[in-house]
């Protein structure tokens, strides 16, 4: 079922005025979710093209993702010159893959990942695949992110989850690697990817540490 809304009209006040009427209980969990809506961790934004979802946590050490049937992605400030001796690194200990099959089509597309976007508009993802192997690369199979987006298979199997993986890319050569042509000369911001709709699955896991280093410099995004 699909409400469409009259121009002007208020949603929750609209869904809380029904709620009594609603034997489902739907309208009341939309209309306190509106009322209430989630967060992104202190630092952070939803990026625009997705719905604000509940997917990212904050913790002591980190931030946690518990997602469910959602594609949720959350983007922080990164600031860094693009050049041959920029690393990305970062700790992650996932507990629960989203997928059981390759990811790199549009009906298995679930995944877990840290990204970087460039001052072109393109972003890079590394993600921990269930099958495909280490180093494995290729563009978003959904349709207006295959403009833009390109995946990296950081680490492949089952064997390590659980355990906490401290992880460190070359970011320039994995950029031409995988995306190629002519360079981009700056990153602009550090993203955070759950997507789990493909398959309505569901990931586990948690972040602990992401940073840009380059020499002496070192840029602390989580």
């Known amino acids: 079922m699909v409400a469409r809304w009259v121009p002007g009209t208020d949603p929750q006040r609209a869904l809380a005025s029904i ?7 739907l309208c009341a969990a939309e209309a306190a979710r509106l009322a209430d809506p989630p967060t992104p961790p202190v630092g952070w934004d939803t990026h625009p093209l997705t719905g604000r979802e509940q997917a990212f946590f904050t913790t002591g050490s980190g931030i946690t993702v518990k997602a469910g049937w ?3 992605i959350i983007r922080h400030p990164a600031e860094m010159t693009l050049t041959p001796s920029l690393r990305l690194r970062w700790s992650w200990r996932v507990d629960t893959l989203p997928s059981r099959l390759p990811e790199d089509t549009a009906l298995t597309h679930d995944y877990l990942s840290v990204a970087l976007e460039f001052n072109d508009g393109q972003d890079l993802t590394w993600y921990w695949s269930c099958r495909l192997p280490a180093g ?6 959904l349709p207006h992110w295959r403009r833009r987006e390109t995946h990296i298979a950081a680490r492949s199997g089952t064997a390590d989850l659980g355990r906490w993986i401290d992880e460190e890319r070359p970011v320039l050569a994995d950029h031409q690697a995988a995306i190629g042509g002519p360079a981009p000369t700056r990153v602009v911001r550090a993203w ?10 569901h990931a586990v ?3 602990r540490r992401i ?3 380059d020499g002496d410099q070192k840029l602390r995004v989580l």
């Open 19 to 25: 709620a009594g009427r609603d034997r489902s209980g």
């Open 70 to 72: 959602t594609s949720a």
């Open 136 to 141: 494995a690369s290729y563009r978003c199979p």
């Open 192 to 201: 955070l990817i759950a997507q789990t709709v493909p398959q309505a699955s």
């Open 205 to 207: 896991g948690e972040f």
């Open 211 to 213: 940073e840009l280093v």
